[in-house]
């Protein structure tokens, strides 16, 4: 599969577009085929080197959208979100064409509600940044640096009944990018970019 990865931390000359092997999900796992990905100034800093606790080398990216393509025969199928503190610092993450994840997070995480989450700039959680984002779901404003994927889920799946009653607002200002240019949409995003990238595999 294609993916942005990274074999070392301090600046993004680091981070490349290569190909990989497709991940091979354990027994408690899911394999998932990424539609869309959100890049967050937090995914550059972890290539930039700010997050110690990131292990190399390593695939980035926190927050997608896909469908499950291998896993329990129940979940086959399912189209999902997923974000968490796991992805993209000592797990593979979204910024590829699959990512590989517990197969108890797909369960609780349908796409038809909520399909991308992305935290805020500031890092804090607040009903305005809420909207950002509405593509079969959305992009909401949980802080997925704090939490696991899991506790993510349970917590947007509170959020969900705003975006059903049309009480959050449709974003503005999103661009969509190929994968294979995310080397150059993290540079932009590095350089102070303010609009919200998606990346499609």
């Known amino acids: 599969m294609h993916a942005l990865q990274f074999s070392r931390t301090g600046d993004l000359s680091s981070l490349h577009y290569v190909e990989v092997p497709t991940p091979v999900p354990a027994a408690d796992q899911v394999l998932v085929r990424i539609k869309a990905a959100g890049l967050n100034p937090s995914d550059v800093k972890n ?22 393509v291998d896993g329990p025969r129940e979940l086959v199928g399912q189209e999902v979100w997923g974000t968490g503190k796991e992805l993209g610092f000592y797990a593979d993450g979204s910024h ?33 940044a809420l909207g950002l984002y509405r593509k079969g779901g959305s992009v909401v404003g949980i802080n997925s640096l704090l939490y696991g994927v899991q506790a993510c889920a349970a917590m947007l799946e509170q959020f969900g009944r705003f975006f059903d009653e049309g009480l959050l607002p449709l974003p503005q200002g999103l661009f969509e990018s190929p994968l294979e240019q995310g080397v150059e ?16 595999p």
Request: hydrophobic fraction near 50%; avoid cysteine.
């Open 47 to 68: 290539v930039l080197g700010l997050f110690p606790y990131t292990t190399v080398p390593r695939i980035p990216g926190r927050d997608f959208a896909g469908v499950v």
């Open 96 to 128: 590829a064409q699959y990512v590989a994840l517990p197969a108890s997070v797909a369960a609780l995480a349908p796409f038809g509600r909520i399909a991308i989450i992305a935290a805020p700039v500031d890092g804090h959680v607040q009903l305005p």
């Open 185 to 200: 949409r993290y540079h932009e995003v590095n350089r102070g970019s303010g609009e919200k990238v998606i990346l499609l």
